[in-house]
């Protein structure tokens, strides 16, 4: 089997895989042909590739020799045309609300893989791009705050009189939201953090947070960990504790979203209008809309002296833990799906296997997206 890797788009920092993840494909009886500076951005020469036995081609002849192509990113539409009947197609496409592009991998009987699908199971965890490439998201969150802060996050007691601590709200303890707390008080901040899943308050405990408590939230074994859509009585009640710590706060962090929906507003513009000038917000939902009403993905606004920047990218920003990271949980995933002697194996008896596949046979395989599509 020869598996193809492709460069990301421009604005695409990170690779799917590094040059030693290379030797990992070949014990799996895999070769590997890859794309002409697929690796650069990410600090990877194609000589590191050839050194662990890759092939370098252009993207054309990857495209159309490859059994198997992974990346981060998805092909464009117009590339699908260039890739073989029954080729394997593995990147992060968000199908639940991208339908056009599943479609379209149906028209082309591709067999897709969709890396944000892997479902959160134990097993699932070595597997995980969220998670990892969330947690790069909230380190690098925090610093980014910090940087653009008008004051220390530490106490300081110093001779010209005493600093005190900055304040940051994280809305959300989901992987983003509990390492921006780690990050936040390695740096001396005092933490405090909303999230409506009761169920982490122990987390946020253990690493130093405050936990912003509000009555009568709704959670969904189902839901695999994520936050659920809540009623409007309890978001009444949310968006009162949200401005109240908010408008004390010198920083936000804004983590939380929904799988296949909007990001939920949790800080209106009458919170912003009311925080103090010099604060500043990070929305690391801003791709999907934001949690501050104020947030435009990709750009900073200031309102009153007040930051809001919008930044869903950070893994981009850290091309290379974050392609390492990225690289494991992709390698984990290929071993459940090559056998021993390097062939494909697909066994959709497999709940990792059959949770993440989208299209097989011209087939709907995952039955999240097959409902969103026959809606």
């Given at each position: 089997m020869k598996i193809g890797i492709i460069k990301?788009?421009?604005?695409?920092?990170?690779?799917?895989?590094?040059?030693?993840?290379?030797?990992?494909?070949?014990?799996?009886?895999a070769s590997?042909?890859?794309?002409?500076?697929?690796?650069?951005?990410?600090?990877?020469?194609n000589q590191w590739y050839i050194d662990e036995g890759a092939e370098v081609s252009d993207r054309k002849s990857v495209l159309s020799n490859s059994d198997l192509i992974v990346s981060i990113n998805p092909l464009e539409i117009q590339e699908l045309s260039l890739v073989k009947e029954n080729t394997v197609v593995i990147s992060a496409?968000?199908?639940?609300?991208?339908?056009?592009?599943?479609?379209?991998?149906?028209?082309?009987?591709?067999?897709?893989?969709?890396l944000d699908m892997i479902p959160r199971v134990t097993r699932g965890q070595a597997m995980d791009i969220l998670s990892s490439m969330a947690t790069v998201a909230g380190y690098r969150a925090v610093l980014d705050a910090a940087m653009h802060l008008p004051k220390f996050f530490p106490m300081f007691m110093t001779a010209a009189g005493t600093i005190t601590p900055a304040k940051v709200l994280i809305l959300g303890a989901g992987v983003a939201g509990l390492q921006a707390i780690a990050t936040s008080r390695k740096l001396g901040a005092q933490v405090f953090v909303f999230d409506v899943r009761p169920e982490v308050k122990e987390q946020v405990m253990s690493l130093g947070g405050k936990f912003v408590e509000v009555e009568g939230a709704l959670s969904d074994v189902a839901a695999g960990g994520y936050a659920v859509e809540q009623t409007e009585e309890f978001k009444i009640r949310q968006q009162e504790a949200i401005h109240n710590q908010a408008i004390k706060s010198d920083v936000l962090i804004c983590t939380a979203q929904i799988p296949g929906k909007k990001a939920p507003v949790l800080i209106k513009k009458e919170t912003v209008e009311a925080m103090k000038p010099g604060s500043v917000i990070i929305d690391i939902a801003a791709s999907t809309g934001g949690n501050c009403e104020l947030t435009q993905d990709q750009k900073t606004v200031i309102v009153n002296g007040v930051q809001i920047v919008g930044q869903s990218y950070y893994p981009s920003t850290m091309p290379s833990d974050a392609s390492k990271m990225f690289g494991k949980n992709?390698?984990?995933?290929?071993k459940l799906m090559v056998d021993k002697s390097g062939a494909l194996q697909l066994n959709f008896e497999d709940e990792i296997i059959a949770g993440c596949c989208i299209t097989h046979k011209n087939e709907i395989i995952n039955q999240r997206v097959k409902s969103t599509i026959n809606k």
């Amino acid at each position: 089997m020869k598996i193809g890797i492709i460069k990301e788009p421009v604005s695409e920092n990170r690779v799917v895989l590094l040059p030693e993840s290379v030797k990992e494909l070949k014990k799996l009886g895999a070769s590997v042909l890859i794309e002409e500076g697929a690796g650069e951005r990410a600090f990877a020469s194609n000589q590191w590739y050839i050194d662990e036995g890759a092939e370098v081609s252009d993207r054309k002849s990857v495209l159309s020799n490859s059994d198997l192509i992974v990346s981060i990113n998805p092909l464009e539409i117009q590339e699908l045309s260039l890739v073989k009947e029954n080729t394997v197609v593995i990147s992060a496409f968000n199908p639940l609300v991208n339908h056009d592009y599943v479609n379209e991998l149906l028209q082309k009987q591709l067999t897709s893989f969709s890396l944000d699908m892997i479902p959160r199971v134990t097993r699932g965890q070595a597997m995980d791009i969220l998670s990892s490439m969330a947690t790069v998201a909230g380190y690098r969150a925090v610093l980014d705050a910090a940087m653009h802060l008008p004051k220390f996050f530490p106490m300081f007691m110093t001779a010209a009189g005493t600093i005190t601590p900055a304040k940051v709200l994280i809305l959300g303890a989901g992987v983003a939201g509990l390492q921006a707390i780690a990050t936040s008080r390695k740096l001396g901040a005092q933490v405090f953090v909303f999230d409506v899943r009761p169920e982490v308050k122990e987390q946020v405990m253990s690493l130093g947070g405050k936990f912003v408590e509000v009555e009568g939230a709704l959670s969904d074994v189902a839901a695999g960990g994520y936050a659920v859509e809540q009623t409007e009585e309890f978001k009444i009640r949310q968006q009162e504790a949200i401005h109240n710590q908010a408008i004390k706060s010198d920083v936000l962090i804004c983590t939380a979203q929904i799988p296949g929906k909007k990001a939920p507003v949790l800080i209106k513009k009458e919170t912003v209008e009311a925080m103090k000038p010099g604060s500043v917000i990070i929305d690391i939902a801003a791709s999907t809309g934001g949690n501050c009403e104020l947030t435009q993905d990709q750009k900073t606004v200031i309102v009153n002296g007040v930051q809001i920047v919008g930044q869903s990218y950070y893994p981009s920003t850290m091309p290379s833990d974050a392609s390492k990271m990225f690289g494991k949980n992709v390698i984990n995933l290929l071993k459940l799906m090559v056998d021993k002697s390097g062939a494909l194996q697909l066994n959709f008896e497999d709940e990792i296997i059959a949770g993440c596949c989208i299209t097989h046979k011209n087939e709907i395989i995952n039955q999240r997206v097959k409902s969103t599509i026959n809606k």
